[in-house]
T-cell receptor
Framework: GQQVMQIPQYQHVQEGEDFTTYCNSS?????IQWYKQRPGGHPVFLIQ?????EVKKQKRLTFQFGEAKKNSSLHITATQTTDVGTYFC???????????FGSGTRLLVRP | EAGVVQSPRYKIIEKKQPVAFWCNPI?????LYWYRQNLGQGPELLIR????????DSQLPKDRFSAERLKGVDSTLKIQPAELGDSAVYLC????????????FGPGTRLLVL
């Protein structure tokens, strides 16, 4: 069945270093969404990308959607301790509403 | 605007006991989702409601799980009887359209089955 994979599973960085997580789908996606989940919290929507090759920025966060609409990345510039959490990508299954979540990348930031 | 509300936040039960979770979605959101999140994994959809109709329950273990959304607003998810493997966080989410709109998650119910 359709799968959404994320790497790396964990990333431990020094505050100020950059961070990137990658998301790959086994099938072409109509859109991709990114969520952040703080430790002990719940997923919070960050952004949705729809167009092939789309790039969106939110302050220090840069999101990209691949040309083939099968992969995506999230890059954080100069990480801060407030960036700690697990970042999930999610894509709709086939042409439906149903979101398939990746397994997430857990980011730890050393102060 | 109030977010998605869930209760209880935590629940500890012994195996074979029943348990129920409650969710109140964001006002005006006609789509409601129940997810299960195991430790270290992403959320997995259990059931989706459009108003009061369950339009996708293919991932719901129907032998022990049941859900309802009377009047198309609040929803309850029940497990009876609970098994050790049901220990997880049960998340409720809502969205305002049928398509892949942003899903707003509640704080979840952390279930521990002993």
């Amino acid at each position: 069945g359709q799968q959404v994979m994320q790497i790396p599973q964990y990333q431990h960085v020094q505050e100020g270093e950059d961070f990137t997580t990658y998301c790959n789908s086994s099938t072409t996606l109509s859109n991709i969404q990114w969520y952040k989940q703080r430790p002990g919290g719940h997923p919070v929507f960050l952004i949705q990308l729809v167009k092939s090759g789309e790039v969106k920025k939110q302050k220090r966060l840069t999101f990209q959607f691949g040309e083939a609409k099968k992969n995506s990345s999230l890059h954080i510039t100069a990480t801060q301790t407030t960036d700690v959490g697990t970042y999930f990508c999610a894509g709709p299954m086939d042409s439906s509403y149903k979101l398939i979540f990746g397994s997430g990348t857990r980011l730890l930031v050393r102060p | 605007e109030a977010g998605v509300v869930q209760s209880p936040r935590y629940k500890i039960i012994e195996k074979k006991q029943p348990v129920a979770f409650w969710c109140n979605p964001i006002s005006g959101h006609n789509t409601l989702y129940w997810y299960r999140q195991n430790l270290g994994q992403g959320p997995e959809l259990l059931i989706r409601y459009e108003n009061e109709e369950a339009v996708d329950d293919s991932q719901l273990p129907k032998d022990r799980f049941s859900a309802e959304r009377l009047k198309g607003v609040d929803s309850t998810l029940k497990i009876q009887p609970a098994e050790l493997g049901d220990s997880a966080v049960y998340l409720c989410a809502s969205s305002s359209h049928k398509t892949q709109e942003t899903q707003y998650f509640g704080p979840g119910t952390r279930l521990l089955v002993l």
